[in-house]
């Protein structure tokens, strides 16, 4: 579903040649991912990774969770989202749900 959702994104920027539902870089949470520090770390929920992310123009660190789904063809991300009260889920705003 987040391929799907995705490349649905990226086909509504090239047929308008403008931004979409997103304008910055999930994985990073930033436009600007340069000089990000980054640690990865299981979580008690085996389906659920949690990341740091530590950016010069942060004042505190970030955290993703990205969620997993096993799959046939093996581990894949079925959503990221952003820890805390500006919190975020890729697969909510790629959908346009609140």
Not at 56 to 82: C, F, K, M, Q
Request: aromatic fraction near 10%.
């Amino acid at each position: 579903a987040l391929v799907r959702l995705w490349l649905a994104d990226r086909a509504c920027e090239i047929r308008t040649h403008e931004i979409c539902r997103i304008d910055f870089l999930p994985i990073w949470d930033s436009q600007d991912p340069s000089g990000t520090f980054v640690n990865i770390a299981a979580t008690a929920d085996r389906m659920v990774v949690r990341v740091e992310l530590r950016h010069p123009a942060y004042t505190e660190p970030r955290y993703l969770n990205y969620r997993l789904v096993e799959t046939s063809a093996g581990w894949r991300v079925h959503d990221i989202s952003r820890e805390g009260g500006d919190g975020w889920s890729l697969v909510r705003l790629l959908s346009g749900k609140p």
